[in-house]
């Protein structure tokens, strides 16, 4: 039995356009508690907020700002498995949920991360090329958490 070329794209288009039928719900809470938000237990600094927002809350958050591409198949379905691994790990729309030893642990996670430079994801950056930090954005990013962090244990 020969199957030729001509079949086997058509077979293949058919399959494409049959999962574009498949549209998950998207990663965006409209009505969602923000009095557990990361920006409402800290006191953050406007640019250092807009850095994660920028490079962070795409997929650390219940907002994803959702490109073009992610309305096609499998992408989606790549883009929905990161912003799920990230929400896992790090949500900042749940932060004030974290008890404080976690949200310490999350702050001293997020500045080593950004020191050997693990985030944001090369993955991320490749496409989103205005989540890439800066050096003086990390700056601004570590000096904010280090204030942050003698603060608490300046309480305890």
Request: aromatic share 12%; glycine share 4%; with cysteine.
């Amino acid at each position: 039995m020969k199957i030729s070329i001509k079949k086997i794209l058509f077979i293949g288009s058919i399959i494409f356009l049959l999962m574009q039928l498949y549209q998950p719900a998207r990663n965006i809470g409209f009505e969602q508690d923000i009095t557990g938000n990361f920006t409402k237990v800290y006191d953050i600094p406007k640019n250092v907020e807009t850095i994660f927002r920028t490079s962070c809350y795409d997929c650390h958050s219940n907002n994803t700002n959702y490109p073009w591409y992610s309305y096609i198949q499998p992408a989606r379905f790549f883009m929905d498995s990161h912003i799920a691994a990230g929400k896992e790990n790090l949500n900042f729309n749940e932060w004030g949920n974290y008890s404080s030893r976690k949200q310490n642990n999350k702050l001293d996670r997020i500045a080593k991360q950004i020191k050997s430079n693990e985030m944001p994801l090369s993955s991320y950056t490749l496409i989103h090329k205005n989540a890439i930090l800066t050096a003086t954005q990390k700056k601004e990013v570590l000096d904010w958490i280090n204030k942050i962090e003698d603060s608490i244990s300046l309480q305890n």
